[in-house]
């Protein structure tokens, strides 16, 4: 069964420029998760959708980060511009969308940001 | 206080030897709890789950909960150098009305030959 994907697997872009991250879950996990994890911390949720609708987005910096989800598949994360704080690893993760605790999530091989 | 804490490490321990990694949350009502391993540069893979009080067990690896204490460990026996990795903490936690996983740091464990 074939993991998470995310592309690219770096990028590396001056600051104030746009930069767009593309992932696609497992086959049949109805719910997708976005992550940034920066250097030496834990992953960090921005966005979480159920489906095509995002649920939980509280954690998304909106004034330049967006998301979408089309057809309740693959989705894109974008920002617009980036700024140098916005290094990092992006993760993207999947789950079935089992309701309660029993959800487990599964990450792909992220993207990392550099942004000069 | 963070939600969930781990010592940030480094564990060294020798090729062999059980290595003991701990972490606390706060949230009361957590139910699920989540050990993850994330080798430098690559992204985090699932080694356990645990959802009850007590042990589970996976091979050389053992999830122990204590919902009491707001404590949960993760045991790894006859440790080996491919163990070398960081290890993420994650509990399920209900923020602003949403269950999110929340990690911790990670702890950095190191198994030397």
């Known amino acids: 069964e074939a993991g998470v994907v995310q592309s690219p697997r770096y990028k590396i872009i001056e600051k104030k420029q746009p930069v767009a991250f593309w992932c696609n879950p497992i086959?049949?996990?109805?719910?997708l998760y976005w992550y940034r994890q920066n250097l030496g911390q834990g992953p960090e949720l921005l966005i979480r959708?159920?489906?095509?609708?995002?649920?939980?987005d509280s954690q998304l910096p909106k004034d330049r980060f967006s998301a979408e989800r089309l057809k309740g598949v693959d989705s894109t994360l974008k920002i617009q511009p980036a700024e140098l704080g916005d290094s990092a690893v992006y993760l993207c993760?999947?789950?079935?969308?089992?309701?309660?605790?029993?959800?487990?999530?599964?990450f792909g091989p992220g993207t990392r940001l550099t942004v000069l | 206080q963070k939600e969930v804490e781990q010592n940030s490490g480094p564990l060294s321990v020798p090729e062999g030897a059980i290595a003991s990694l701990n972490c606390t949350y706060s949230?009361?009502?957590?139910?699920?709890f989540f050990w993850y391993r994330q080798y430098s540069g690559k992204s985090p893979e699932l080694i356990m789950s645990?959802?009850?009080?007590g042990d589970k067990e996976d091979g050389r690896f053992t999830a122990q909960l204590n919902k009491a204490s707001q404590y949960v460990s993760l045991l790894i026996r006859d440790s080996q150098p491919s163990d070398s990795a960081t290890y993420l903490c994650?509990?399920?936690?209900?923020?602003?009305?949403?269950?999110?996983?929340?990690f911790g740091t990670g702890t950095r464990l190191l198994v030397s030959p």
């Open positions: 949230d009361r009502v957590s139910q699920s």
């Open positions: 959708y159920e489906n095509e609708e995002a649920v939980d």
């Open positions: 645990i959802y009850s009080n």
């Open positions: 993760a999947s789950s079935l969308g089992l309701a309660g605790a029993l959800d487990t999530q599964y």
């Open positions: 994650a509990v399920n936690i209900k923020n602003t009305g949403f269950q999110k996983l929340v």
């Open positions: 086959s049949g996990h109805n719910t």
